[in-house]
Nanobody, 124 residues
Framework: QVQLVESGGGLVQPGGSLRLSCAFS????????MGWFRQAPGKERELVSG????????YYADSVKGRFTISRDHAKRTVYLQMNSLKPEDTAVYYC?????????????????WGQGTQVTVSS
């Protein structure tokens, strides 16, 4: 079984930055593709960013391109999401997820394991 624990959320002003972390435990980290999803009230969960097992392929939703950066550290078994130039519309619960199929997939149903989520609120 895989356990995912997110951290790093909080309240930030528009234009500010946050770095989310997702600590992975339980199985072989290096074989999992990892994703960061978010869900705002009344909206569906959406893939914000993903990174494949090796780190040489990444995905970003159009709404965050140029502002967010995903990375993974195999030694620390951790995935990061650096979020810059945050906007009020980035406010959501952010979830880390893992899937073993290989390619980065957008559909949340394809992910096998999920963290508990961390709240990000962008407000002045």
């Amino acid at each position: 079984q895989v356990q995912l624990v997110e951290s790093g959320g909080g309240l930030v002003q528009p234009g500010g930055s946050l770095r989310l972390s997702c600590a992975f435990s339980g199985r072989t980290f290096s074989i999992y593709t990892m994703g960061w999803f978010r869900q705002a009230p009344g909206k569906e969960r959406e893939l914000v960013s993903g990174i494949n097992w090796s780190g040489d392929s990444t995905y970003y939703a159009d709404s965050v391109k140029g502002r967010f950066t995903i990375s993974r550290d195999h030694a620390k078994r951790t995935v990061y999401l650096q979020m810059n130039s945050l906007k009020p519309e980035d406010t959501a619960v952010y979830y880390c997820a893992a899937e073993k199929s290989g390619p980065i997939v957008v559909d949340a149903r394809e992910y096998d394991f999920w963290g508990q989520g961390t709240q990000v609120t962008v407000s002045s």
